[in-house]
């Protein structure tokens, strides 16, 4: 992704309906299985490349607690901000008793471009579907990869989405790499083991099939 990768994002963030972008799910049904499967909800995880994806409601209906939604598109952000936080602070009516009538934000949020953001603290899981198909180039998954060896404590896992080897090769414009679980794995050793890989057909809300490999990895 380039530098103008804010104002891609921010373009396509405020030009379309959250539901008509190819990526979008009304469920993140795959995202939680392996993330709920990989860390507790006492743990902390991390939401990279978020866009407006429903995953951190799900996450918090789920129980957790500790949840960073980081993406390079503010208006994005403020999307699942506002749509977070009208979800917490209800009518008084349909409030329970117990809860104030403000309260802190369930979420935090993050604006800022993965490549070049710097982790001040870590994580249990690393959530990630499709971004890291758009880092063409070696140098920036380097960098991905550096960050995400940061921000990952020892023992946890990133969870990874990207086009599969037979899916598309571009998206929203831009150009995107392909891989099998294999390939994904090699990327982010020595640092991090497959712990299990899988494959997802997505149907976009045109009605198309774009096919994902999904893996966990384990931090060493």
């Not at 379309?16 to 990989?38: C, G, H, N, Y």
């Not at 070049?116 to 971004?131: G, I, K, L």
């Not at 976009?204 to 966990?216: I, K, L, S």
């Amino acid at each position: 992704m380039s530098t103008s990768a804010a104002e891609h994002w921010d373009t396509v963030y405020g030009t379309k309906a959250t539901d008509e972008v190819s990526w979008f799910q009304r469920q993140p049904t795959t995202s939680l299985r392996l993330i709920t499967s990989m860390s507790p909800p006492s743990g902390a995880v991390i939401d990279v490349g978020a866009g407006a994806s429903p995953l951190v409601d799900t996450l918090l209906d789920a129980g957790w607690s500790d949840v960073t939604v980081l993406d390079v598109s503010a208006k994005a952000l403020a999307l699942v901000r506002d749509r977070v936080n009208d979800r917490v602070n209800e009518p008084a009516g349909d409030r329970p008793l117990d809860l104030p009538s403000e309260r802190p934000e369930p979420a935090s949020f993050v604006v800022a471009n993965v490549l070049s953001w710097q982790p001040e603290r870590t994580y249990d899981a690393w959530h990630d579907r499709a971004v890291f198909h758009f880092l063409v180039g070696s140098e920036q998954r380097d960098q991905y990869v550096a960050t995400a060896s940061r921000a990952v404590r020892p023992g946890g896992v990133v969870v990874l989405g990207t086009f599969a080897a037979d899916g598309p090769t571009q998206c929203s414009g831009l150009p995107t790499a392909r891989y099998d679980a294999e390939g994904l794995a090699a990327v982010f050793e020595p640092g991090f083991s497959l712990e299990h890989s899988e494959r997802e057909e997505h149907m976009t809300p045109g009605g198309a099939v774009q096919p994902f490999t999904w893996v966990v990895l384990r931090r060493t």
